[in-house]
C-alpha cells in the first residue's frame, strides 16, 4: 500500500484528484454517505435521545458496510489518511463519520478545495486542517431537526390529513408557497381594456407605434378609430437617451439553478446532477455556494482571455459582494477552473451548463453593454392624443457578446426628423386582458425560497424534488383555454371588427400544487403554523449558520425548536379529521333524490352519490372531473361524471369494453385488461379508437411475454431488462443468458436463490420517549 491514503466521497472526484497527486498517494471513495440515523435500535433506547443531549445513534448503510471493510484495510496499510470531502456542511460531516467509524485520530488531515486543479490540490495537501467540529454540529442540528419533524409530525398527517404523505420542515412552507400562489391566480378578478397599435409608413420604411392611453370599452376604441379618419400625421418630437446594462454577478447555485431553468429549461435537480459532474471531473468550481466573488487569479485569466478574444474595450474587472448575510459558504462563485476551455463534456446536456456558466464568468468580467433608447413622438391632427414609436439601438455590446439578454431588443426604429409627414397604414384596437401573477416555475421558486432565507444552496433541488416526488405539486401540462378577444382594425377609413382567439391560464412547465398539496397546506396553517411560518423557518436557517460559526450550541437551538413543537405534537389528538377536508353537498340526483358529495377520498378530491350512513344502499363513487374542485364543481359536472363507466362497444369475440376514470387517469377497460386512453376523453372516446389502443397494449403484452411456463411462472420483458417471475417473486436474468433460451428449470434455480421481494415497512409510530409525557393513544 502507498503511504498515503486521500478518501473522498465520489469516485468520479477520486479519479480526477488521483491524476494530480504523485505515486505515493492512493485515492479511495466512501460513495456518498456512510452512516445514518437508526430507523430503530436494538437496546430499546431511541434513535435521537432528547433526554440526553439530542444523542444520536447511527448505524452503517447497508450497502456500505463492503466499502467500509475496503477502507478500514486500506487504513491500516497506510502512513498518512487525508479526508477530502465536499467543503461544505455535509462534506465535513461525511469526513467526521469517517473518522468515526475508521477509527481515525482527531489530528487527521482534512483537506479542502473548491477546485479539482493541480494547483489546488497541492495547495490543499501544503495546508492540511483538522475536521471542524462546528460545521459538523451544524449539519447535525438540520439532519436532527429535519428527522425530528419527519418521524413526530408524519404520523399525524396520515392519520388527520385525507391523502396525506408526509410533512417536513422545508417542504411545507414551499408548498405553502405555491398553494397561496394558485388561490391568488384563481381569486384574480382581472378586466380588459384596449390597447391601440398603428402601423405608419415613411419614404418606404414602416414605423409602428402605440397609443399610451387605453380604452375601457369596445364603444370608446371604435370612437377614437373612427377620430383618426381623414387625421393628419406628424412627428412631433424625437428624444433620444443613452443608457447602459450592466452584467450579473457569476453565477451562485441559486442563479445558477435560476437561469438553467429559464434558457436551458433543466430542473433543479438535473442541473445540480451536471454541475456535480463537471466538478468532479475539474472543469468548474464547487456547485453548491452563496458566494459571488471569484479569486484574484480567475480575475486575471478571465480578463487576459477577453482582451485576446474581443479586445482591451471589452475588458472591465469587476469585483462583486455576497449580498446573503447567512451565506453558508464564504467561497468563490461557480466558475470554470479554465476559462479558455470551451469544451467540457461529449454529453450534450453537461456541456449546455458548462457553457452558460462559462459565459456567465465572462460577462461578468466584460464592460457594460452602451445603449441609445430613442422615443418618436406622433401627433394627430385634428386632436390632442399622440402615438408612440419606441425603439433600442445597441452602440457597443459589451458583455451581450457573449451573454445575451434574454428578452429581444428594441425594434430599431427608420430615420425620421421633427414635422415629417407619416402616412397610416393600419391602426388596431385590440382587447387586452389583466394578467393573473404568475405560477412559479422550479427557477423562480428557488429565488423566492431564497428571498424568504429558506433552505441553503445544498437544499434548493431537494426540497423541489420532494414536493413532487410526495405528490403535493405536479409540472403542468395545460396549454391553457380558448379566450375569445375582440379586434377593430382601421384600413383605408374603414373599420373592421373580428373576434379572435388566443389561450390563457397555460401552466406547463409551472409548478402545480394538487388538492392534496392544498389540503395539508391548510392543515398545517391551521395546526402546526411554525412548521410553515416563513420568517420562521428562514430564523432556523440563520441559526443553523450561528452553529456552523461556533456562535450558537447546537443543543441550545434544537430546544428551541423542539419544546414549543412537541406540545403541539401532544395537543394533535384533538383534532378531527372530518374538519380538516370538509366534504360539499354539491346538490340532489333527479333519478334517485340521493345527495350529490364533493369530498376528498384517500387518492384526493371525489364524488360521491348516496350517504355512507345508508345501511341498505352503499354510495356510488366517481372521479372529479379533470380542472375541477370540491369548493367549485357544479351538480351538472358531478351528474356527468356519474354517466362513468360507460359502456363504448365490444370487442371481435364480444367482450363489453369499459370506459372510465380511475386514480391514474381515463383508461379501457375488456375483462380484467386496462389500457390508459390519456388524452382521450372516457365520455366520448369512439368505438374505434378503443378497439385501436386494445390492439396496441395487446400486441405490447405479446411483446413482453418471452416464455410462459404454466403456473404463474413466466419469463418477461421488464423495464429494466428481462426477468422471471413467479407472480410473488422477480429474478433478473443474467446478462450471460439469452432469456428466450431459459428452461423451466433454470427458471425455477433463479428464483430460489433470488433475494425475497421487499415489504412494505408499517409507519413508524414514536421517533422518541416522550421526555415529558406521553402522547394519547391515536
Not at 346 to 371: E, F, G
Request: positive net charge; glycine residues 6%.
Amino acid at each position: 500500500m502507498k503511504k498515503n491514503l486521500v478518501i473522498v466521497e465520489s469516485p468520479a472526484k477520486g479519479k480526477t484528484i488521483e491524476k494530480y497527486l504523485g505515486s505515493d498517494f492512493t485515492v479511495l471513495s466512501s460513495v456518498g454517505h456512510i452512516r445514518s440515523i437508526v430507523k430503530k435500535t436494538t437496546t430499546g433506547k431511541p434513535p435521537i435521545d432528547i433526554k440526553n443531549g439530542y444523542e444520536t445513534t447511527y448505524e452503517i448503510d447497508p450497502d456500505k458496510r463492503k466499502i467500509i471493510a475496503q477502507l478500514k484495510k486500506a487504513v491500516k496499510a497506510a502512513d498518512t489518511i487525508w479526508l477530502a470531502t465536499d467543503e461544505d456542511r455535509e462534506g465535513e460531516a461525511i469526513a467526521w463519520h469517517l473518522a468515526e467509524v475508521l477509527k481515525l485520530d482527531s489530528k487527521t488531515n482534512r483537506i479542502v478545495f473548491h477546485e479539482i486543479t493541480k494547483n489546488a490540490i497541492e495547495e490543499a495537501v501544503k495546508n492540511p486542517r483538522t475536521i471542524d467540529m462546528d460545521l459538523v454540529r451544524a449539519q447535525q442540528a438540520r439532519q436532527i431537526l429535519d428527522r425530528i419533524v419527519g418521524f413526530e409530525l408524519s404520523p399525524v398527517v396520515w392519520r388527520k390529513v385525507p391523502g396525506g404523505k408526509s410533512a417536513g420542515r422545508v417542504q411545507s412552507p414551499a408548498v405553502r408557497l405555491l398553494v397561496e400562489r394558485e388561490r391568488e391566480i384563481e381569486s384574480f378578478n382581472g378586466s380588459s381594456v384596449f390597447k391601440v397599435v398603428a402601423e405608419f409608413s415613411h419614404e418606404g420604411d414602416v414605423i409602428r407605434a402605440e397609443l399610451p392611453n387605453r380604452f375601457d370599452t369596445e364603444d370608446g376604441a371604435r370612437k377614437f378609430l373612427e377620430s383618426l379618419k381623414g387625421a393628419t400625421f406628424s412627428v412631433s418630437d424625437i428624444t433620444t437617451s443613452p443608457s447602459t446594462r450592466n452584467p450579473a454577478a457569476p453565477f451562485t447555485t441559486s442563479t445558477l439553478q435560476q437561469d438553467a431553468n429559464s434558457r436551458l429549461g433543466f430542473s433543479a435537480k438535473s442541473t445540480m446532477a451536471s454541475a456535480q459532474k463537471l466538478y468532479q471531473d475539474g472543469k468548474i468550481t464547487y456547485m453548491r455556494t452563496d458566494s459571488v466573488t471569484l479569486s484574484g487569479q480567475a480575475i486575471a485569466s478571465a480578463a487576459n482571455y477577453i482582451k485576446k478574444q474581443f479586445g482591451d474595450k471589452y475588458s472591465q474587472v469587476r469585483a462583486f459582494k455576497t449580498k446573503s448575510a447567512g451565506a453558508q459558504e464564504a467561497h468563490e462563485a461557480i466558475r470554470p477552473t479554465d476559462i479558455s476551455r470551451e469544451s467540457a463534456s461529449s454529453n450534450a446536456y453537461d456541456q449546455k451548463l458548462y457553457d452558460l456558466i462559462r459565459r456567465r464568468t465572462l460577462a461578468s468580467q466584460m464592460a457594460s453593454a452602451k445603449l441609445e433608447k430613442t422615443v418618436v413622438t406622433i401627433k394627430i391632427t385634428p386632436g390632442d392624443q399622440v402615438f408612440e414609436a419606441k425603439g433600442e439601438v445597441i452602440l457597443f455590446d459589451g458583455f451581450l457578446k457573449v451573454y445575451g439578454g434574454s428578452k429581444k431588443d428594441a425594434e430599431i426604429l427608420p430615420k425620421v426628423k421633427t414635422d415629417d409627414i407619416l402616412v397610416l397604414n393600419t391602426a388596431t384596437a385590440r382587447q387586452v386582458f389583466d394578467r393573473p401573477p404568475a405560477r412559479y416555475s422550479e427557477g423562480s421558486l428557488v429565488k423566492k425560497l431564497e428571498d424568504l432565507g429558506i433552505g441553503r444552496p445544498s437544499t434548493y433541488a431537494t426540497i423541489i424534488n420532494t414536493v413532487q416526488v410526495r405528490g403535493y405539486a405536479v409540472k403542468g401540462e395545460n396549454e391553457g383555454n380558448p379566450r375569445d378577444v375582440i379586434c377593430l382594425q382601421l384600413q383605408s377609413d374603414k373599420i373592421t371588427r373580428d373576434i379572435e382567439t388566443e389561450k390563457t391560464g397555460s401552466d406547463r412547465g409551472k409548478l402545480v400544487p394538487t388538492p392534496s398539496g392544498e389540503v395539508l397546506s391548510d392543515f398545517l396553517i391551521n395546526h402546526f403554523e411554525p412548521v410553515v411560518d416563513y420568517d420562521f423557518t428562514a430564523k432556523v436557517e440563520t441559526e443553523f449558520d450561528k452553529i456552523a460559526a461556533g456562535a450558537l450550541a447546537r443543543n441550545t437551538m434544537l430546544d428551541h425548536f423542539y419544546t414549543p413543537f412537541h406540545k403541539l405534537i401532544e395537543n394533535s389528538d384533538d383534532i378531527e379529521r372530518s374538519t380538516v377536508a370538509k366534504a360539499r353537498e354539491v346538490g340532489i340526483d333527479p333519478k334517485s333524490g340521493k345527495p350529490i358529495l364533493a369530498r376528498f377520498g384517500r387518492f384526493g378530491p371525489m364524488l360521491q352519490l348516496g350517504s355512507s350512513d345508508d345501511k341498505d344502499n352503499k354510495p356510488q363513487f366517481a372521479p372529479m372531473p379533470a380542472g375541477k374542485k370540491i369548493e367549485t364543481v357544479t351538480l351538472d359536472e358531478a351528474l356527468h361524471a356519474f354517466k362513468l363507466p360507460r359502456l363504448v362497444g365490444k370487442t371481435a369475440d364480444g367482450v363489453d369494453i369499459k370506459a372510465n376514470i380511475g386514480r391514474f387517469g381515463p383508461y379501457i377497460q375488456i375483462d380484467k385488461l386496462f389500457v390508459s386512453i390519456k388524452p382521450l376523453d372516457p365520455h366520448t372516446i369512439t368505438h374505434d379508437e378503443a378497439l385501436h389502443l386494445y390492439g396496441a397494449k395487446l400486441k405490447a403484452e405479446a411483446e413482453k411475454n418471452i416464455a410462459d411456463f404454466g403456473g404463474g411462472i413466466k419469463v418477461l420483458r421488464g423495464r429494466f431488462g428481462p426477468y422471471i417471475t413467479d407472480g410473488s417473486k422477480n429474478a433478473k436474468v443474467p446478462k450471460d443468458k439469452k432469456p428466450e433460451e431459459i428452461t423451466l428449470e433454470q427458471a425455477l434455480e433463479l428464483l430460489k436463490s433470488a433475494p425475497a421481494s421487499k415489504k412494505r415497512r408499517a409507519p413508524l409510530k414514536k421517533l422518541t420517549k416522550n421526555p415529558r409525557k406521553r402522547s394519547k393513544k391515536a
